[in-house]
Nanobody, 124 residues
């Protein structure tokens, strides 16, 4: 099994920054993708960003391009999300996810493991 633990959420004013962290433990995979999704109340869970194991390929949702940066950690199966220029519409629970097959997908159901989520609230 794999456990994902997120940290770094909180309350920030519009225009501010936050950095989310996610560390996976347990079983390891030779090839994988780690991603961040978010879900606001009453809305679907949407992808924010994803990155391959090598870091050579990354995906960003249009709504966060130029403001958010996903990166790999030095430790295996760790990922960060640097969020700058935050907006009230970025308010959501942010989830870390891992796909064990190494293919970037925007569909939540393709990801095999999930963290418990961390709340990000951006005040206007």
């Amino acid at each position: 099994q794999v456990q994902l633990v997120e940290s770094g959420g909180g309350l920030v004013q519009a225009g501010g920054s936050l950095r989310l962290s996610c560390a996976a433990s347990g079983r390891t995979f030779s090839n994988y993708v780690m991603a961040w999704f978010r879900q606001a109340p009453g809305k679907e869970r949407d992808i924010v960003a994803a990155i391959t194991r090598s870091g050579g390929n990354a995906y960003y949702a249009d709504s966060v391009k130029g403001r958010f940066t996903i990166s790999r950690g030095n430790a295996k199966m760790t990922v960060y999300l640097q969020m700058n220029s935050l907006r009230p519409e970025d308010t959501a629970v942010y989830y870390c996810a891992l796909d064990r097959y190494g293919v970037i997908s925007t569909t939540p159901s393709t990801y095999n493991y999930w963290g418990q989520g961390t709340q990000v609230t951006v005040s206007s």
